[in-house]
């Protein structure tokens, strides 16, 4: 393990990548490549070589969008046991957060996996509704326990998303003007490398999967700066003793059987085709949107908004550095977030706070 975190092996990386005199705009779509990147001070250190990475809708909870977290809280209000990860409990909607219901009496549970919450179900024999979010990393999980016969009285809230398509999403709206993919080891370890080689197809853009330790996220950058430089376009792969091509077939066999594509909206972009995974038929005994339809009527056809001041759309866009929002540290800490880039552990706005760097970076918001 130490070995990725080895200085001078780091040093010689970095002096490589400066003596290349680049002027290079990467982005990354995941929580712990951001924290890797502040928590060691990477992006300081690649800054004076000219190189700039932002996070994109690379945090689950983060992207969950208005309207499913007034979801939860409708189903909590109505008496149902919400079980979900921590982060999730304190994202403000807009008409409060879990935590907040919590403290008015209503059942809302932090679990560290589906499988809890199914433990929840068997030993209360209340209603559960697992509010399942996450990309491929966690979807698995989820199809995996719904393929095992859970209890009647359990169900799910299914907000997982595909990554490869608000990727493309990204690129098609041409915002911003990316050089390089950074792409998760995480969700590749599930995908392997062979969705990105359609986006570099078609975006001719070049990509590197690479892990979470500091010396994977440099071997990452210093690949794709000899990419850029040379014109190639493609993917590489850094994280082999975690990523194959194939992927994990027996966790994508699961997904496929239990989820169908669907389009749905992402906070800060519009809808995404075919980025949703929605319960397929089979499966919608244990559908909360299905089995609780009368319960969710009343959020039929409303409109649900974030804070009018928070720019957590343009932080996931990629699009702004966290202090250039004219909240952040003043009226939006941890302690009191206003978005959820402040709440959960993999927000770009939290990752900042937590490693002490306040100060706005003096880029146009
Ligand atoms: S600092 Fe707070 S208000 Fe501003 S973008 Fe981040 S989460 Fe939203």
Redesign the pocket.
């Known amino acids: 393990m130490f070995r990725f975190r080895d200085r001078e092996t780091a040093g010689r990386i970095v002096e490589g990548l400066r003596k290349m005199g680049l002027n290079l705009f990467l982005m990354h779509v995941c929580g712990t490549h951001q924290d890797t990147l502040v928590r060691y001070g990477l992006d300081r250190l690649l800054e004076p070589c000219g190189i700039k990475i932002r996070q994109g809708p690379g945090c689950p909870v983060c992207v969950t969008t208005q309207r499913e977290i007034e979801e939860a809280l409708a189903l909590a209000r109505r008496g149902k046991l919400v079980a979900t990860f921590g982060d999730m409990v304190g994202v403000p909607g807009e008409s409060g957060s879990l935590a907040g219901l919590r403290g008015e009496g209503a059942d809302v549970r932090v679990v560290y996996s589906i499988r809890d919450a199914v433990g929840l179900a068997e030993r209360t024999g209340k209603e559960v509704v697992f509010l399942a979010i996450g990309f491929e990393t966690t979807a698995p999980s989820t199809a995996i326990t719904l393929l095992r016969d859970p209890p009647p009285n359990f169900s799910v809230l299914c907000c997982h998303r595909y990554i490869p398509p608000a990727i493309r999403a990204l690129l098609d709206m041409g915002e911003t003007r990316v050089q390089g993919l950074i792409e998760p080891g995480h969700v590749s370890t599930v995908i392997g490398t062979r969705p990105y080689e359609e986006i570099a197809e078609r975006y001719r853009i070049p990509q590197v999967v690479a892990g979470f330790e500091p010396l994977d996220l440099l071997m990452g950058v210093y690949l794709l700066a000899k990419m850029v430089q040379r014109g190639e376009v493609g993917v590489r792969n850094e994280y082999t003793r975690s990523v194959r091509p194939e992927g994990n077939v027996r966790a994508l066999k699961a997904m496929g059987e239990v989820f169908e594509p669907v389009d749905v909206d992402w906070r800060g972009f519009p809808v995404i085709p075919g980025s949703g995974m929605a319960l397929r038929e089979e499966f919608e005994e244990h559908d909360a949107r299905k089995r609780y339809e009368d319960e969710l009527r009343e959020l039929e056809g409303k409109e649900f908004r974030?804070?009018p001041?928070?720019?957590?759309d343009?932080?996931l866009r990629g699009l702004?550095d966290?202090p250039d929002?004219?909240?952040?540290?003043r009226?939006?800490t941890p302690r009191s977030?206003?978005?959820?880039?402040?709440?959960s552990s993999e927000?770009?706005?939290a990752i900042e706070y937590k490693y002490g760097r306040r100060e706005p970076s003096g880029q146009p918001a």
Do not use: I, W, Y
């Open positions: 974030a804070h001041s928070c720019r957590c343009r932080v702004l966290p929002c004219p909240l952040f540290g009226v939006c977030p206003v978005g959820p880039c402040m709440v927000g770009s706005c």
